[in-house]
């Protein structure tokens, strides 16, 4: 009998590196697209297993907003270094100059939305037919839903009411030309088994996970990091404050949470005994509208 | 922590996701702030109490037509396992969605209302947890509050669904007398049904011992991607990279490459870039092998005396998915893990009723969820073990070659005629 049973971490492992092999062989021209978070973290290191004595068969690329925190950027080039993956940068602030975008305005101007069009050329500019992300199912009601390959057309769209069924481990990756696949190997993992899984994998994380000092204003019960990208007014007030972060998005729409943790143990007992979920205590662009992320996903983002 | 993948099975008349709702919300696994949006949703709608419900409605179509159409995946965790829980829509408009959702899950929880009983539905959803080998079946009789917590309700419909579940053969059915609104036996024991004295659902799902639907003894191997990575260091290296199902591999073992049936030996076995002595099923690998085998994606590794079944000629079981009817004699591709090879709709040898499980003949096309026994050929010789042995290894999809959707599920069965070219 195959009554095996195996820690759930495991299992989890075992499914992820079983969806980035399928990738690698399925497609000619994959991607996976690392942020610096924790998530995209977590992946490279899977990657490195799946694959291993062979390095990484495919580049990591990084959509660069401009207002990324400088201690994920230092990781992410360390990080390609050391696995001597390729790494492709593209920066948002290039294509709103080449494409005149408009700029988004207001106190928190994100470039969250703009991401989009930098993410859909550099797919069309290397002609990536999957890309690797490194979005969960625990994270938001639409992501849910997606499958873990989802097909998207030649705009990146999704479109929830002609998902693929996706059956016991066999997934679908056949497409017509113009289209691309996102692949979603974490989709089972919740928060907490990614930080599990970098406590147990000993997998190094960017200083901000860890509670550092940092000038901040406080928005709405959010701090939000003092930084060149947000405008402040006359009534914030600068306040300096030992936090962390629990993700790691651009700094014009992260929040920080306000922590002593200095170890992987103390952050991972803060965030058990939290009543708050990560997005809700981290993000100020999923508040807008109850659909602002199934909205994002139609229009081509990840 | 052991991992339980589970499917909820009722529509949204049976308070499935009021149950589901309840599940995560009595066992601490709702965020204040989700919490907090529900009660504002709740407010715009003008409803005076949180609606659980809205929970688990995830897209903005769902929510404006108030029910659920696609399979929707739930986590949560209690000190003992964590579960995720497939939330898949009960109408038989739906029925593709719901084998999806089955098809990963080693447990279903079954709504009856107990006003209404054993209906179509509930036989339907047990003919798909038969046809999919889902090793465990808890039934589920809810609103109780509405039949004054009567026992003898619960006793009727018990007696009624143990009928349908011996004429199925289901293997491990529960029976648990809830009310999902009131949080009746969900997660703490009701005080409203002293009568009855078995687990609430919560402790049942912590403690019921999870047998995979698997029962194959022997051990499979099927190539994913051929690692080669020709580097200076690494120039000579050829491993095969895939996940061993039914048994383990061990260092020597004799083994053949299936269909070609070529004969080597286990020189080498990795996991995780590690050298390993064995290769432990549902765990990744990689095996090296002591000839020079042509051998490719696809191929299934097996060990020597433990042949599968190898033929052109096939029997399976198959849910229809797609809007375009499968007609006999058409063609697909048929993807079985990470084979992919051309195959042909010979015959349906019969329909099956998915509410009545009576063979339906004389058919030429079926349609969009609709369950047949169908005869096909694939282009070349395919190895495989019929479903009941291994999901791993017996199950498939076809797909539209012109539209690239997936159009079936494909569950093999034994082959009643011998190929002749095998």
Not at chain 1, 255 to 282: C, D, H, P
Not at chain 2, 296 to 321: F, N, Q, Y
Not at chain 2, 335 to 344: D, N, P, Y
Request: glycine share 6%.
């Amino acid at each position: 009998m195959s009554d095996y049973r195996i820690d759930h971490l495991k299992e989890l492992e075992a499914e992820s590196i079983y969806i980035m092999r399928e990738t690698a062989a399925q497609f000619e021209r994959p991607a996976l697209l690392f942020s610096g978070g924790k998530d995209s973290i977590t992946m490279v290191y899977l990657a490195i297993k799946a694959f291993s004595p062979a390095p990484i068969p495919f580049p990591l690329v990084h959509i660069d907003t401009g207002h990324n925190f400088q201690e994920a950027l230092d990781y992410r080039d360390a990080l390609a270094a050391r696995t001597r993956s390729r790494l492709i940068v593209r920066k948002v602030e290039d294509t709103i100059r080449e494409k005149n975008l408009t700029e988004p305005r207001g106190k928190f101007a994100s470039r969250n939305w703009l991401q989009t069009h930098t993410l859909l050329d550099t797919i069309e500019e290397f002609k990536f037919d999957a890309c690797l992300g490194g979005a969960r199912r625990d994270e938001e009601k639409a992501r849910a839903k997606e499958r873990i390959f989802s097909v998207r057309d030649e705009f990146g769209q999704w479109n929830p009411k002609l998902q693929r069924p996706e059956l016991w481990n066999i997934f679908n990756g056949r497409i017509h030309k113009g289209e691309n696949v996102r692949v979603f190997p974490i989709s089972n993992w919740t928060e907490i088994d990614v930080w599990n899984y970098i406590r147990q994998e000993n997998i190094p994380l960017p200083t901000i996970y860890f509670s550092h000092e940092r000038e901040v204003i406080s928005h709405e019960g959010q701090l939000i990091a003092v930084s060149p990208f947000i405008t402040l007014e006359e009534s914030d007030t600068r306040l300096i404050k030992k936090v962390r972060y629990r993700t790691v998005g651009d700094m014009t729409c992260t929040a920080a949470v306000e922590s002593q943790a200095k170890t992987l143990n103390e952050v991972i007992e803060e965030i058990l005994s939290s009543r708050i979920s990560e997005r809700g205590e981290t993000r100020i662009d999923d508040k807008q509208t109850e659909a602002a992320m199934e909205d994002r996903k139609i229009n081509g983002y990840f | 922590m052991e991992l339980l993948r589970l499917i909820t099975a009722g529509s949204v008349d049976d308070g499935k996701s009021t149950l589901i709702g309840r599940l995560l919300y009595d066992s601490k696994n709702i965020w204040i702030d989700q919490i907090e949006q529900l009660e504002k949703i709740s407010k715009t709608r003008k409803t005076t109490q949180i609606d659980l419900a809205l929970l688990t409605d995830g897209l903005r179509a769902e929510r404006e037509q108030g029910i659920t159409i696609d399979v929707a995946y739930r986590y949560f965790s209690s000190p003992r396992r964590k579960f995720i829980i497939a939330d898949a829509p009960g109408h038989i408009q739906y029925t593709r969605n719901m084998v999806t959702g089955a098809s990963n899950s080693e447990l279903m929880i079954l709504l009856i209302d107990a006003r209404q009983g054993v209906i179509e539905q509930t036989r339907r959803h047990s003919i798909i947890a038969s046809l999919l080998k889902i090793p465990h079946i808890v039934v589920t009789i809810n609103k109780m509050d509405l039949v004054d917590y009567s026992e003898n309700r619960y006793l009727e419909i018990i007696r009624d669904y143990q009928e349908v579940a011996s004429r199925l053969g289901l293997p491990d059915v529960h029976f648990i007398p809830i009310s999902a609104l009131g949080g009746d036996n969900v997660v703490n024991h009701s005080s409203n049904m002293p009568w009855y004295e078995g687990p609430a659902l919560l402790p049942l799902l912590e403690e019921i011992e999870i047998r995979r639907g698997d029962t194959l003894e022997q051990s499979r191997f099927q190539v994913q991607f051929v690692l080669r990575p020709q580097t200076d260091d690494l120039h000579d290296y050829r491993g095969y990279a895939g996940q061993v199902s039914g048994e383990a591999f061990k260092k020597g073992d004799a083994v053949r490459v299936l269909p070609q049936g070529l004969a080597s030996r286990i020189a080498k076995l990795e996991h995780h870039g590690k050298e390993v002595e064995q290769a432990e099923p549902g765990h990744p690998a990689v095996i090296h092998l002591e000839d020079d085998l042509d051998i490719g994606r696809g191929d299934l590794i097996v060990r020597a005396g433990e042949e599968p079944l190898v033929t052109k000629s096939h029997e399976a079981v198959i849910c229809w998915m797609d809007e375009k009817p499968l007609v006999t004699g058409n063609k697909y591709l048929l993807q079985q893990h990470s084979r992919l090879i051309k195959t042909a709709v010979r015959e349906i040898a019969y329909r099956i009723n998915v509410n009545t499980l009576d063979h339906e003949t004389g058919i030429e096309k079926l349609e969009l969820n609709q369950v047949a026994h169908i005869r096909l050929q694939t282009a070349g010789p395919l190895a495989y073990d019929t479903y009941e042995q291994s999901k791993a290894t017996g199950s498939a999809i076809l797909i539209d070659e012109t539209s690239n959707r997936t159009v079936a599920a494909v569950l093999f069965l034994h082959p009643q005629a011998v190929d002749s070219t095998h």
